[in-house]
């Protein structure tokens, strides 16, 4: 993977086994790896949600720390695509693992191991040469009797799609109660080749601040709709900028965005009864990008209709896949 390296010196003296590479979590969809993403970078980089799907962008999250940083490239779940966007979003999936200097394989442990995740580990045997780590997560969900036989379910999944041991570790995790995530951590990291930092310290991902906002009005949208609704819409930040004539102590970004969907009664669930729902995304979305932003928001919501887009090759790269 490509990135700025920077100078040890710009940080002050670095010590000499200092490590810093990249790390890439995989598993069917809503698999809980975005939230673990934010629990070790410890801040929101990816968008999570309890439908499928969620993720469509590739969002690096920085973890740094004393003696290493570690680059998280959270992926789209893989999946057998239904349409030219999955497609897409699996072809995403392996140029990435391709890439990575460690791989983590998430299996929810509140979820019986099935042919998604052997689909998955299938696809997982061709890296030759990276480890791959399995990752055990939502333990907080479920009893340590059934964390514990999902471990020797996973073990032995490991040991017959990836020949040998299997993988090179075993670890359960819960990110929402913070149980194992600096295990995890430590973990990946002993991986991780010798290497100043990639990246200057305070920078906690190196997506543009427009991917950021339309992930987080993708989230807000996301919330209390129907399970069509994620496959079916995408966000586009048409416009963001600081307003001018503002006081400098008091700062407010325009920010001015559309949401697609592919159907008009898709449309007629975002916008709700009288702008309702809209409005309530609107408020949702603005709180977070306020918070990711550290200014004041002014959020300009339209929803059109693109029908079909998940299917269509020119729309799909007009909306940025």
């Known amino acids: 993977m490509s990135s700025q390296q920077q100078d040890p010196t710009q940080s002050g003296q670095r010590e000499e086994n200092f490590r810093a590479g990249f790390a890439s979590f995989v598993g069917r969809p809503n698999a809980g790896k975005s939230t673990l993403t934010n629990a070790l970078v410890g801040t929101k980089i990816a968008i999570t949600s309890s439908k499928p799907q969620t993720t469509r962008h590739t969002i690096r999250g920085i973890v740094h720390r004393p003696d290493h940083q570690l680059i998280l490239v959270d992926t789209p779940g893989l999946h057998r695509p239904r349409t030219l966007l999955g497609t897409r979003l699996n072809d995403l999936v392996e140029e ?18 099935g042919p998604g995740d052997r689909f998955i580990v299938e696809r997982l045997a061709r890296l030759r040469r990276t480890p791959i780590i399995a990752l055990i997560t939502k333990t907080d969900k479920v009893s ?56 200057p310290d305070g920078d906690l991902t190196d997506e543009p601040e427009a991917v950021l906002v339309a992930e987080l009005i ?21 416009e963001m900028e600081a307003r001018e004539d503002r006081p400098e102590d008091n700062p ?46 002014f959020l300009d919501l339209h929803v059109k209709v693109a029908k079909e887009w998940q299917r269509d090759p020119k729309q799909l790269g007009r909306l940025g896949f």
């Open 96 to 113: 990435t693992l391709s890439e990575v200097d460690v791989v983590c394989f998430c299996t929810p442990a509140d979820e019986p191991v």
């Open 144 to 199: 340590k009797q059934r964390v514990g036989e999902h471990l020797l379910a996973v073990e032995e999944l490991g040991r017959e799609m990836l020949g040998g041991d299997g993988f090179a570790q075993l670890v359960p995790v819960s990110a929402l109660s913070g149980e194992q995530v600096q295990t995890v951590d430590e973990v990946i990291t002993e991986r991780l080749p010798l290497s100043p930092p990639l990246y």
């Open 218 to 238: 993708r989230e807000a949208a996301l919330e209390g709709v129907r399970d069509e609704l994620p496959h079916s819409l995408a966000v586009v930040v048409e």
């Open 252 to 297: 407010l970004t325009d920010i001015h965005a559309t949401l697609y969907v592919e159907r008009p009664s898709q449309k007629a669930i975002i916008i709700g009864k009288g702008g309702k729902h809209l409005r309530e995304v609107g408020a949702r979305a603005r709180r977070s990008i306020e918070k990711l932003l550290g200014t004041k928001v």
